[in-house]
């Protein structure tokens, strides 16, 4: 079946430091591929997507790649910022019987100390 | 541009009552809905989509049962609540038809039965 693994949290980081929140998945195809913030007391947004393989999507200087070979699209940024502290999810769009479904991750929670 | 609202924001309750939430999108017109619930500590968890007006699928057996009387109103009601209906609801909204794969999520519901 369609799954997804995040690492667990909480990660703890100093202002500055390089993120890496590790994502992989399970799926039958090519399923498209998400990040998630939810920053405290608030629902989630879209963080950035990936639809195809080696495709690369970014936003607010977060990356992620998605590589078919390992089934992985990890989430990172160069340097994060206190304002960088939330939840983060991984997610994969499942087509079945006619509809896309999300499936998520348990989430990640990142912590940013100044 | 398109908007989700839901309410209430946060919700306490003692076991055995009735629930109702509520959630309304602007913007757009025969949307996909879908209610999700995150218990603490939790991954999100999709508990009903609806690709209609009266059409709604269950993703998982519980206590919960949803409605969509118009076209842009999602309900999340119980008859009698239980101290594992405690939770985060999230409620989204996607564009319709098989093409659409991004999900836009509501502020959330935070529910605690006591």
């Known amino acids: 079946g369609n799954s997804v693994t995040q690492m667990e949290g909480p990660v703890t980081l100093s202002e500055e430091a390089f993120l890496t929140i590790n994502c992989t998945y399970t799926?039958?195809?090519?399923?498209?591929l998400f990040w998630y913030v939810q920053y405290p007391g608030e629902g989630l947004q879209l963080l950035l997507k990936?639809?195809?393989?080696?495709d690369k999507g970014s936003n607010k200087g977060f990356e992620a790649t998605y590589r078919k070979e390992t089934t992985s699209f990890h989430l990172e940024k160069g340097s994060v910022q206190v304002s960088d502290s939330a939840v983060y999810f991984c997610a994969l769009r499942a087509f079945s019987g006619g509809y896309n479904k999300l499936i998520f991750g348990a989430g990640t929670r990142l912590a940013v100390h100044p | 541009s398109q908007t989700i609202h839901q309410w209430p924001a946060t919700l306490v309750q003692p076991v055995g009552s009735p629930l109702s939430l509520e959630c309304t999108v602007e913007g757009t017109s025969n949307p996909n809905l879908y209610w999700y619930r995150q218990a603490a500590g939790r991954g999100l968890q999709l508990l009903f989509y609806s690709v209609g007006i009266g059409q709604i699928s269950s993703e998982v057996p519980q206590n919960l049962s949803a409605s969509r009387p118009q076209d842009r109103q999602f309900i999340l009601s119980s008859k009698k609540l239980l101290l594992s209906d405690s939770g985060f609801y999230l409620c989204?909204?996607?564009?319709?038809?098989?093409?659409?794969?991004?999900?836009?999520f509501g502020p959330g519901t935070r529910l605690t039965v006591l």
């Open positions: 799926a039958t195809g090519y399923p498209s």
């Open positions: 990936a639809t195809k393989a080696d």
């Open positions: 989204a909204w996607s564009v319709s038809g098989p093409l659409s794969y991004t999900q836009y």
